[in-house]
């Protein structure tokens, strides 16, 4: 596995989005307020466990507190759960050990070029992924990130693996609150998976598919894999 280099061989400061995104992250999942965050998978996770069958091995991008992630290791899949917040991993792992599941828990910082060869060196030692999950990811990363990501998801995807995600596309009611969200077109998202080498199988954008409580938000669906 090859891996990419910063062009001019600088090495990346850290920027103000950075800290000010982790700030955030690392703040809410310490706070009461994270603990209002459901625990029972999302529907998302069930329409990705329609499509693929355990055992095999799937890293969840962006678990928060690991509902999604705890669900498929229930389910019998080799899960490894990624986030940017240390408080979130910690929470994540908490509820593992509690069950007594096998899923792992590891910190994943999208926002630094010259961190993907160890990002990918790391996750590649714990689990060589077929499947990456993303769930509510896509929305909450600049852009520069969100590049990263579909980086990050070649260079860890055997032939055939796929991602699954589910985003945001539009504003609307938010049950925990305001913080940073970037909203990017469906159709967007294709080109840059397609740009990365990978091909879109599947697209749809619609209501119904993520309710909770009062909030209906207009999601996008996407399945993509690295021929």
């Known amino acids: 596995m090859t891996f990419p280099t ?15 995104h982790r700030d955030y992250w690392e703040q809410f999942y310490r ?11 999302s529907p998302f996770a069930r329409w990705v466990s ?3 069958q355990p055992p095999g091995p799937l890293v969840d991008i962006g678990t928060g507190n690991g509902r999604d992630a705890l669900w498929f290791a229930r389910q019998g899949f080799e899960t490894l759960g ?9 929470l994540a792992s908490s509820h593992a050990r509690d069950e007594g599941l096998t899923a792992r828990f590891e910190q994943l910082n999208l926002y630094h070029d010259d961190e993907l060869e160890q990002m990918a060196s790391r996750v590649a030692e714990t689990v060589r992924p077929s499947i990456l999950y993303a769930r509510f990811f896509v929305h909450a990363l600049e852009d520069d990130a969100r590049q990263n990501l579909w980086l990050l998801a070649r260079l860890l995807l055997p032939r055939g693996g796929r991602v699954y995600l589910e985003f945001r596309v539009a504003e609307t009611q938010h049950a925990f609150g305001e913080h940073y969200r970037h909203f990017v077109a469906p159709g967007v998202v294709e080109e840059e998976i397609t740009a990365q080498g990978g091909t879109v199988d599947h697209l749809e954008v619609g209501n119904g598919m993520a309710v909770y409580k009062d909030e209906d938000p207009t999601v996008c669906r996407i399945i993509a894999f690295w021929p």
């Open 50 to 52: 329609e499509r693929e």
């Open 82 to 90: 990624l986030d940017y917040a240390e408080a979130a991993v910690e």
């Open 31 to 41: 706070s009461e307020a994270s603990r209002k965050v459901p625990t029972d998978p």
């Open 6 to 20: 910063p062009r001019d061989g600088s090495v990346p400061a850290v920027t103000d989005a950075d800290h000010e």
